[in-house]
């Protein structure tokens, strides 16, 4: 078959640079074949080699004592969790391919980050989400929406992990460019970490998996462009296709084979599927790689090399095993009816060698291309639109006259309303180590030993009899992504501070993070300042929290004929919780016990009180401007050590993380986001008394965001104890009202606020099943 | 007492059962679904999952699996058996049980706790659950709309064979306490000789404290109570 000659235009077909092409010419000393140029144009994708962002993802901590696989070496981070357990987990996205087909797009990003998760060794237990799209009014995003949730619970449950929850905000900024990242986390012995490295020169090469066919090719390469008119009907072809059952398959046929002590690595074929997976492994062992593509399990007739190293065909591994243990490897794999190929040797060269025909078609030095990507230290300019929010004040705006309808219309706002409609048709409690559902501030799973992945014998002899212990994590996945937009530095910092928050509400400390970078296109300065600016957040946020950042992705382009996305760096969080007693859920529990706000009413040293980039400046005002509140780490750290101590005490009953809506939305959600069962929800009424600081609005006391607030509930005797003990350690406290009563009422000096739980929360509850009817 | 929990291909509630029916004290095997025969247990659980992807139709494959013909003679022998969720829909599927699983009616996945009644406490399912007791257990299924002809449900109902129906928390068998559309709310029946049942809520999610419900406990205790009571095991 005649390959197309190389020309500089099929060269910027594949998004290479000239400078980049000469690079590739320097590295091979000649012109690359069809199939390499192929290969160097997905290897050197921002989405494979993060060229882009590289220098500034250096700024996060990456190391701790907990540390056992460090961000980048891998297909995931893996810090240590205590007993000899540890824990695998990583976010990645998949945006583009949502973009273009919801549901498939959307399951196979599920697909992909549980497969770098049990390619660790480790046995996925839980899974999140992080997701974003334009507003519901629009037919085209509630299309999108339904299809992506749809997509991610067919995969999820088909498969068998839990989705412990996640988040979902709507914003105009994402129409037509829906932000769909994945999370799992799964948990292994430390003896039984995994590489993904091709060590031993003369073991065989094995690929197990489903036949590769025409789907999703060059898919990273396509994540790494921006989103057009076009794409949905050109870029169709990229979008890969999901088979959870086969994953399902894949995973257990591959940790049961681990088990036998026979693999010497292991890697799944995810972005640019065989080309990735081979190079990748070789370059990691400081080996060389030969397949023969004639070998490899083919879908359709007449595949050329180009397609087969290009495709991303779904569930695909490639296992190198200790030569003369074939058959155990081969028993294992026809136990699971999966299809399976010896494809390959690791040699000494330290070349990916690939033939096809007989011919020599590939013939690249492994680690230059895995390695070597070009780095680029992009212009970065702060954006214009900044002088603008800097400069907005509340002057010219009435404070509110409506305090009772605008409640009612934030907790119906789809971005804070219930997310049940989504979170119902994800299975959350499969594996039976949910603890926390879905509807609280942080997901609480337990891990016990059926978590953990089958052991070797030689493990298991020297691990004995002895049980594990069970251990409780707690997970959160944030990113206010218009404080972000807003001051992308204090937005990054916060979306870490939210999540570690959350563990706080939930009796965790965190063990680690892992983020995913949702960006436009970095060519354009104003986008890579925010890029630069929100990872310096992100980074002194996670090191004031004693978070390493365990790995991640980056994606970016994302933008539309509309303009780029809110700039969303998701941080998921994960905590361990020492002890059941401490397990601390949102809900206020008994009558009579009193309310306490941990941190300040309102930010006196912020000009806007916390209104700028509110929900409330959006809800009634129609505004997404003013600089967003302050967030003081320092603060922050101390009302989490604090909180933590108080519930480790056991005068904690309830607690709950003051975000988006401020106070009045965190009181509402207490008294109305039980749910005992299905049609019963457990409302419980309070009766707050605020009184409104000296030149402080109405709106800002009710729904102002000033950060580093939690409100808690204890019981009546332990109030004036846990105030004065707050307040002991550097964290304003005050009692601010009393659990119980039908309603929820506010007094705030001659103001008397009341209204009916039922109807709070039936808007909170079915406002997005109200829109997606 | 000594349980088999088949394991399908995608079955993914097989540990979960396993792990359950250890808490509770008792032996419990994965059993593998070549397996042509079950060897000696007391009962069999068909657990929760995708079997096969659940690809064609929930179950419809899985009933062609080997061990299914093992597990037809143990039932036929008077052998205990009890589906959970794709249990359930395998067990309608392989016509050891009465009516099917069908679409829910919302075309949704649905993932939430409801309340369940126990029609009848004469069964080895539920001879432990006392009758004023509303079992607390979560449901996660797409294809949970459980249909009979009006013929089959008449016998279903004469004969005692409905188990469990979703309630409210009032006991009321609502329309608004129906998950899936299933016909008289039913969410698990038995067969017209008792000894095979099957129910789309998963017990064995709710069968410990720190999982939020212990109301699923009732079931399985009931069946090793009825096992505690009946002579030897039947063998296939």
């Given at each position: 078959m005649s390959e197309p000659a190389i020309t500089p235009e099929l060269v910027a077909k594949h998004n290479l640079t000239p400078e980049e092409y000469q690079k590739i010419l320097e590295i091979l000393g000649r012109t690359p074949t069809y199939t390499e140029l192929g290969i160097f144009s997905v290897m050197w994708s921002e989405h494979c080699s993060y060229k882009n962002t590289r220098p500034l993802l250096k700024g996060f901590p990456t190391k701790s004592a907990t540390v056992l696989v460090g961000a980048g070496e891998e297909n995931a981070g893996i810090l240590d969790m205590g007993d000899g357990i540890a824990i695998a987990f990583k976010i990645e996205s998949h945006n583009h391919p949502s973009a273009v087909e919801p549901f498939q797009g959307a399951a196979t990003g599920v697909g992909g980050i549980v497969r770098d998760i049990f390619t660790m060794g480790a046995r996925p237990v839980c899974a999140l989400n992080s997701l974003r799209f334009g507003e519901l009014s629009n037919p085209e995003v509630r299309r999108l929406f339904s299809g992506v949730v749809s997509g991610i619970a067919h995969y999820g449950n088909c498969f068998g992990i839990p989705t412990l929850g996640g988040e979902v905000y709507f914003d105009k900024?994402?129409?037509g460019n829906p932000l769909v990242n994945a999370f799992c986390l799964g948990v292994l012995r430390h003896e039984q970490i995994t590489r993904g490295a091709a060590h031993g020169v003369g073991n065989p090469v094995f690929y197990v998996g489903p036949a590769t066919g025409r789907d999703g090719l060059a898919g990273a390469a396509f994540a790494s462009q921006d989103l057009t008119e076009e794409s949905a009907e050109h870029q169709r072809g990229a979008v890969q296709v999901g088979d959870p059952f086969m994953e399902k398959l894949v995973c257990e046929a591959c940790l049961e084979l681990l088990a036998t002590g026979a693999v010497a690595g292991m890697q799944d074929m995810g972005a640019a599927g065989l080309t990735c997976s081979t190079c990748e492994t070789a370059a990691r062992a400081g080996t060389g790689i030969e397949i023969e593509l004639d070998r490899v399990p083919q879908r359709a007739p007449g595949m050329t090399s180009y397609e087969i190293m290009l495709s991303?065909?779904?569930?695909r591994m490639l296992v190198v095993v200790h030569r003369g243990r074939e058959e155990e490897v081969q028993r294992i794999f026809d136990k699971w009816d999966l299809p399976w190929a010896h494809i390959g040797t690791v040699t000494d060269s330290g070349r990916m060698v690939v033939r096809h025909g007989g011919r020599i078609v590939v013939d690249i030095p492994a680690k230059q291309i895995a390695d070597e990507s070009p780095v680029y230290q992009r212009e970065a300019r702060e954006p214009k639109y900044l002088q603008e929010v800097r400069a907005f004040r509340l002057d010219g705006m009435a404070d509110t006259l409506d305090a009772v309808g605008e409640l009612k219309r934030l907790l119906a706002w789809p971005s804070i309303a219930s997310k049940h409609w989504v979170y119902r048709q994800y299975d959350h409690q499969v594996r039976a180590g949910t603890v926390v559902l879905p509807g609280s501030d942080a997901a609480v799973i337990r891990i016990k030993a059926d978590s953990l992945p089958v052991m070797s014998a030689e493990l298991a002899a020297k691990v004995g009899d002895k049980p594990v212990p069970e251990k409780l994590l707690a997970l959160s996945v944030d990113c206010n992504a218009t404080y972000v937009y807003l001051d992308p530095y204090e937005g990054g910092k916060i979306a870490v501070a939210e999540a570690a928050r959350n563990l706080a509400c939930s009796g965790a400390v965190p063990l680690g993070a892992t983020d995913n970078l949702n960006f436009g296109n970095p060519h354009n300065p104003e986008i890579f300042w925010q890029i630069q600016e929100s990872v310096r957040g992100l980074a002194d946020a996670c090191r004031a929290f004693h978070a390493p950042v365990t790995g991640g992705n980056v994606s970016l382009y994302n933008q539309n004929p509309g303009g780029p996305i809110d700039p969303t760096p998701t941080v998921a969080l994960v905590g361990l919780i020492?002890?059941?007693?401490?397990?601390?859920?949102?809900w206020f529990r008994d009558e009579g016990d009193a309310i306490i706000l941990l941190g300040d009413a309102v930010d006196l040293a912020d000009p806007l009180r916390g209104l700028g980039g509110s929900a409330h400046l959006q809800v009634a005002h129609g505004k997404k401007t003013g600089t967003p509140p302050r967030m003081n780490l320092e603060k922050e750290k101390t009302l989490h050590t604090t909180l933590l101590g108080l519930i480790q005490s056991g005068s904690v009953k309830s607690a709950h993380d003051c975000s988006e809506g401020g106070l009045a939305v965190a009181v509402a959600e207490c008294c109305i986001s039980q749910c005992v069962a299905r049609g019963t929800p457990r409302l419980i009424g309070a009766e707050l008394n605020l009184t409104l600081p000296p030149g402080v609005r109405l709106d800002a006391l009710l729904?102002?965001?000033?950060?580093s607030r939690v409100v808690i509930s204890v019981a009546d005797h332990d109030a004036v104890k846990v105030v004065e003990r707050a307040r002991l350690m550097g964290v304003p406290a005050a009692r601010i009202g009393t659990v119980g009563g039908a309603p929820l009422s506010v007094a705030v000096g001659e103001a008397r606020l009341t209204w009916s739980l039922q109807e709070l929360h039936d808007l909170w509850w079915s406002s997005i099943d109200r829109l997606m009817q | 007492m000594n349980f088999a929990v088949l394991q399908f291909p995608a079955s993914n509630c097989d540990q979960d059962a396993v792990h359950v029916l250890q808490h509770l004290g008792h032996d419990a095997r994965l059993l593998w679904h070549k397996e042509p025969s079950l060897g000696t247990v007391d009962a069999v659980i068909v657990p929760g999952g995708f079997s096969y992807g659940d690809y064609l139709r929930t179950g419809a494959i899985a009933?062609?699996?080997?061990v299914m013909q093992a597990l037809r003679r143990f039932a036929d022998n008077g052998g205990f058996v009890l589906g959970i969720c794709n249990g359930f829909q395998i067990l309608c599927e392989a016509h050891l049980l009465p009516g099917a699983l069908v679409r829910n009616r919302s075309l949704q996945f649905c993932c939430e706790t409801v309340y369940l009644k126990s029609a009848t406490a004469d069964s080895p399912f539920t001879n432990k659950i006392p009758a004023d007791k509303w079992l607390r257990v979560p449901i996660a299924h797409g294809e949970g709309c459980y249909f009979a002809d009006d013929e089959t449900l008449a016998k279903l109902r004469a004969r005692g064979q409905i188990l469990w129906q979703y309630c409210d928390e009032s006991g009321a068998l609502t329309d608004a306490a129906n998950p899936n559309g299933s016909l008289l709310n039913i969410a698990g029946v038995c067969n017209e000789r008792r000894n095979v049942a099957g129910l789309m809520p998963h017990p064995e999610r709710a069968s410990e404290g720190i999982l939020g419900s212990e109301d699923g406990r009732l079931i399985f205790e009931s069946l090793i109570e009825t096992l505690s009571h009946s002579t030897a095991a039947a063998v296939a």
């Open positions: 900024s994402y129409e991303e065909s779904q569930e020492a002890d059941p007693a401490h397990i601390t859920t949102q729904f102002g965001e000033t950060q | 009933r062609f699996s080997p």
